[in-house]
């Protein structure tokens, strides 16, 4: 009898074992499924309107963008003065500001924290030379790094900390952090010019350089002084960084070998997200990004105007868009040149 009860238990072992690997085939197969659907969907930004400060013939670029929603900027009016200016999350513009220094009808709105603390930079008419400010409740303090020509703060983060780019007495052109008032400079190796546009709670920066052909390229800096450059979607012949936030998100903008500018979503390492604005003339720029994943930024119109729009990043594994057939810009969009950032 013993070696028929034993028979009897092999095949319902055996029915186990297969019902068992049968349930284990279809479970993988459900999460495989399930992982596929939820872990990498695409990258998108959504527009969610667009703005221009008030008055005819206005060129309206927009930079950082604080959690609030409250964004600085420029405004350069048909005379090519240039003032600051703040748009709140209501839609509604303060009036444009200039420093009480400025004698050279420039002055940049550029970066802006949680406590609505904005700093940027104003031109020094009788030197042609640009100085930093930060402006708080209506109040102007002047900034200039020590033993600099020239101070061009870009970007402040919530504790009050800045960064941007300083002219040197040799003519060099440097990236800087102001970290509780102690000064760092630092250079990309190689870069003709170094600029620092944006730093996180973190103190991870976010800017570009410019080497010695005349290239600009993004650049990234660890809190840790680590730098990692070049940072150029594929394709491009000119990428400019403008803007990081806690999760180190990044935007900024390139331009491709046909003329055409681009905006762009970076997520670290390596996941980058062309974005053009609907119905651009051959230029798009992203540069602000706050940390619920709003981006303001600009585009150019057919007769050349610069228009502001605010959007939200879905992120995700970003993949490049199909793009129709761009118009090229009807005019350089804001040449960088020595002492003078982009914008």
């Known amino acids: 009898m013993e070696p028929k009860v034993r028979e009897k238990f092999n095949q319902k072992e055996i029915t186990t074992m297969k019902t068992r690997n049968l349930f284990m085939n279809i479970l993988g197969i459900f999460i495989a499924l399930l992982l596929a659907g939820t872990v990498a969907p695409a990258a998108t930004i959504t527009v969610l309107g667009t703005f221009d400060f008030p008055g005819t013939g206005n060129n309206t670029l927009p930079q950082k963008i604080n959690d609030g929603g409250l964004i600085v900027g420029i405004v350069v009016d048909s005379a090519g003065v240039s003032k600051g200016w703040l748009r709140a999350r209501s839609g509604n513009f303060s009036a444009a500001f200039s420093d009480p220094n400025d004698t050279g009808n420039f002055t940049e709105g550029r970066g802006i924290n949680n406590s609505k603390v904005v700093n940027g930079d104003y031109l020094d008419g ?108 594929a394709g491009s012949t000119g990428s400019i960084l403008f803007a990081n936030n806690d999760a180190n998100w990044v935007v900024g903008r390139y331009t491709d070998s046909s003329g055409i500018t681009h905006g762009l979503f970076f997520e670290t390492p390596d996941t980058i997200l062309t974005f053009d604005y609907p119905g651009a003339a051959g230029f798009t720029s992203l540069n602000g990004v706050n940390q619920n994943g709003y981006v303001s930024g600009r585009y150019l119109d057919s007769a050349g105007i610069a228009h502001g729009f605010l959007g939200i990043i879905s992120s995700g594994t970003a993949q490049p868009e199909q793009r129709k057939s761009p118009v090229k810009p009807v005019k350089p969009a804001y040449p960088v040149r020595l002492g003078a950032p982009a914008s």
């Open 126 to 233: 009788a030197t042609a030379t640009l100085h930093g400010y930060r402006l708080f409740h209506g109040t102007f303090t002047n900034y200039d790094a020590p033993n600099a020509t020239q101070t061009i703060p870009l970007g402040i983060n919530n504790v009050g900390d800045f960064c941007g780019s300083l002219v040197l007495s040799d003519g060099s052109q440097v990236a800087f952090l102001n970290l509780s008032g102690n000064v760092t400079r630092f250079s990309i190796p190689g870069a003709t010019a170094s600029l620092a546009y944006s730093l996180n709670s973190s103190n991870q920066v976010a800017g570009y350089y410019i080497d010695a052909a005349g290239v600009t390229h993004g650049f990234l800096r660890a809190s840790d002084g680590t730098l990692s450059f070049p940072i150029d979607p």
